[in-house]
Every structure is written in C-alpha cells, then in structure tokens.
C-alpha cells in the first residue's frame, strides 16, 4: 500500500518554466527524503528535510516541509532539460523502513 | 560521501535459473540493507529489509523462498532470485543505511536490470 501520493504523475514542461510536485500522506513522517533518479540508475539522494514548515534550497529546486510533517513540495525554478527524470519522496518515521511516494515523471523539453 | 555498489548491472538469463545480486557498502558500514523492486515507470516497492546477522524481513507478497536474502557482514547482502521466470524480470535495487543515518537519506546501489527469458 503506498502511503505516500505524489502529484502530478506525469509531467512535460518547456525549458525554463517553473513547476511544483507535490507529496501528500495521512501519515507523520519523522523525515522527508526527496530523490531523483534517472533510467537505469539508482535514485539518487537531492534532501532531507526533518522539522515541520522546513523549507530547504538546493539551487533552483526549493522544498518544502509541511507544518504537521505529512506532506511536502517540491519546486523548480526555471526548469532545464537536466532536471529531466523520475521525483521521488520517501518519508521515514524513526527509525523504520522507508515509504516510497508514487513517483513523478518530469520531462523539461529544451 | 557514502557510496554503495551494486553488481552486477544487468544480468539475462534462463527460466528456472538462479542469479545473485551483491550490494556493498563501500566506505560505511551498513547495519541495514533494503532491497527494492522497480517496474518501468513506478515508483520502488521494498521487497525486504535485512539486518546483518540476522535473517531478512520481508514484505507482504514477496516469497522469502524465492528472493533469498544474506546480509553476512556490515559492507554485503545479496539477494538471489531462484528458479526466476519471465515474470521476474524487472530492476532490482538496494540501499544501505549506516548507524547514524536513520534521519537522512539512504544511499542507494545503481540497480540491477534483470531479464528472464
């Protein structure tokens, strides 16, 4: 069952363009992991965010903590055809396994 | 930073074979191990979570007699798929969490691309 519902499913958006994907849960998370992860690869690792409102910039890409830590966002400014590829949250409670959100498909077109 | 190796890359073999898995944690040790199944364009189901020393849990629906799972040391698990059909292939991918990791994220193996023919 995942607990975690990423949206939108699929995106397809213009160079330069912002857009926003968002996390959602009925569930508390003690942390919030977002990831990127590109075909054929392992995802990798793009943040941590830990306290409820929490908001952390990693150059264009701002995310975002919910107040009562069961959603998050993620932003993207100007977006560039290397943002390309699947965006995955993943929340953790303690020290517990970690739930995969539904996933996100980004497609930035140059 | 902490790195975790996964290998072998992709594998094709035959109905009613077996094949191994590794996943290494190379810089840390690795107190938990997950392994995760990923069909094209989904997100990652864990499998089961293995604990080294200890025998592997594993998630409703996943058969623990045809994934095995050993995680006999901090730095390797393997999972082997045995007697793997078609239905089997898909990609496979580990993470690793170190002792004082259980806030923050995991580091992931780059995946194993299996296909069963």
């Known amino acids: 069952t995942q607990l975690l519902e990423q949206s939108p499913q699929f995106l397809s958006i213009q160079e330069g363009e912002n857009l926003t994907v968002y996390c959602n849960s009925s569930?508390?998370?003690?942390?919030l992991q977002w990831y990127r992860q590109e075909p054929g690869e392992g995802p990798v690792l793009l943040v941590t965010v830990v306290t409820g409102g929490e908001v952390k910039k990693l150059k264009r890409l701002t995310f975002q903590f919910g107040d009562a830590r069961k959603d998050s966002s993620l932003h993207i400014t100007a977006a560039q055809p290397g943002d390309t590829g699947l965006y995955l949250c993943a929340g953790a409670r303690g020290y517990q396994k970690v739930t995969f959100g539904t996933g996100t498909k980004l497609q930035v077109i140059p | 930073g902490a790195v975790v190796s996964q290998h072998p890359s992709w594998v094709i073999c035959k109905s009613g074979t077996s094949v191994k898995i590794e996943c290494r944690s190379l810089?840390?040790?690795?107190?938990?191990m997950f392994w995760y199944r990923q069909f094209p364009k989904q997100s990652l189901m864990l499998m089961a979570t293995s604990n080294e020393g200890s025998k592997a849990t594993y998630e409703q629906g996943v058969e623990k007699d045809k994934f095995l799972i050993n995680h006999a040391s901090l730095t390797l698990s393997t999972l082997t798929v045995t007697s793997a059909h078609p239905e089997d292939s898909s990609f496979y991918i580990c993470?690793?969490?170190?002792?004082?990791?259980?806030?923050?994220?995991?580091?992931f193996g780059s995946g194993t691309r299996l296909t069963v023919v």
């Open positions: 569930s508390v998370f003690s942390s």
């Open positions: 993470s690793a969490r170190g002792k004082d990791s259980w806030s923050y994220g995991y580091t």
């Open positions: 810089d840390f040790q690795a107190t938990t």
